[in-house]
């Protein structure tokens, strides 16, 4: 039999989940509200697919070897947003909020209005929704 692993989550490690938490809430994750004390939340999106959040002393818990890299990740977590408007206004009130702007919002060659911003961390994340034809 040939092995078929499925995809079915990616998990962030995060320095402050309080703060994380909050960013992630601000791009509208259905996080829970007991989430901000605990080393390790997990939300179920779509499909059942899961975005987790594990602070670090949660990790070296299990991986006693483990240290944040020094530089930034190579991921980026992207979110559909309704309308190029919503762009627009997810991207401000983040930035409202005193997340750093990577990119202003624009209407982007292959279609999109995009824009993207750093979570607590130093994770890109990019807002985008289809602009009209």
Known sequence: MTPSPQLDGVSVAVQDMAASMAFYRLCGLPVPADADAQPHVEVVLGGGF??????????TSWDAGWA???RGGRLTLAFRCSSPAEVDEVHRAIVAAGHPEHLAPFDAFWGQRYA????????AVDLYATLPV
């Not at 899961?50 to 990790?59: N, P, V």
């Not at 993207?116 to 994770?123: A, R």
């Open 50 to 59: 899961r975005i987790m959040f594990d602070d670090q002393s949660g990790i």
């Open 116 to 123: 993207s911003v750093l979570d607590p961390d130093g994770t």
């Open 68 to 70: 944040p890299p020094d």
